[in-house]
Structures are given as C-alpha cells and as structure tokens.
C-alpha cells in the first residue's frame, strides 16, 4: 500500500503496481503501446488556467494551494477517492511527464494519497 511518482519516459518496473498517467496531455515522443499504462483519469490533472498560471512563474505553495482546491470538484473528487482506494488496495505509481516531478501536481497528488 504506496504511492510514488515516476517520469512517464521512464521504463516501466515490475514493482509498479498499477500504472496511472496524471497529465491532461499525452506525453510527447511517446507511442501510446510504449507507455504501459493502466488508467488515465484527465479530471485529476490540474486546469489548463492553472498550469498556465504556475509555468507563467507562479509560486509552487500557492500552485499546491490552488489545485487542492481544484480537487474539491466533483469529477475530480470521485476520481480522487478511486485512485485513493487503489492505494489502499495496493502499490500506485503517478506518472507525469514533468522535467520536475517533485514540484509538480502529481508530487501532490502522491502526497494527498499517501495521507
């Protein structure tokens, strides 16, 4: 029962658990059989307004603040406590296709799921 993040590039390792893509957008350069992923809930990634906002210079605490509250809507709450009962049930790994993982929506994500 964990959760961790990981670079979608990155090959996929047997100890992943189910394999969960947290970008609205699909990763480029990547071919869609190459990616060994097993969902893809798009209502968990963060606005388009949001990720403007933040890559425009925004500040990572007031991104976090910002997308938590985003995750207060229903879609993206209900896939929120699926992926929550996931983790529960066994190892998650988030995958994103940020350079900077662990200053990205899905190092918050994992921190939520992990709580």
């Known amino acids: ?16 658990g189910l394999r969960v893509l947290v970008d609205r957008l699909w ?23 949001l990720r403007t906002w933040y890559h425009g ?7 976090r603040r910002r997308y938590e509250a985003e995750l207060d809507a229903p879609e993206a709450a ?12 066994g190892r998650v790994t988030l995958l994103t296709a940020s350079k900077r993982p662990e200053r990205s929506h899905a190092s918050v994500l994992a921190e939520l799921l992990g709580s």
Request: avoid cysteine.
């Open 27 to 49: 990763p480029r350069g990547l071919a869609k059989d190459a990616a060994h992923i097993d969902e893809w809930p798009k209502g968990l990634t963060p606005s388009a307004e």
């Open 78 to 89: 209900a896939l929120f406590d699926g992926l929550h009962k996931a983790v529960r049930e």
């Open 57 to 63: 210079g925004g500040s990572y605490e007031e991104f």
């Open 1 to 16: 029962m964990s959760v961790r993040v990981r670079r979608i590039y990155e090959p996929p390792e047997p100890d992943d």
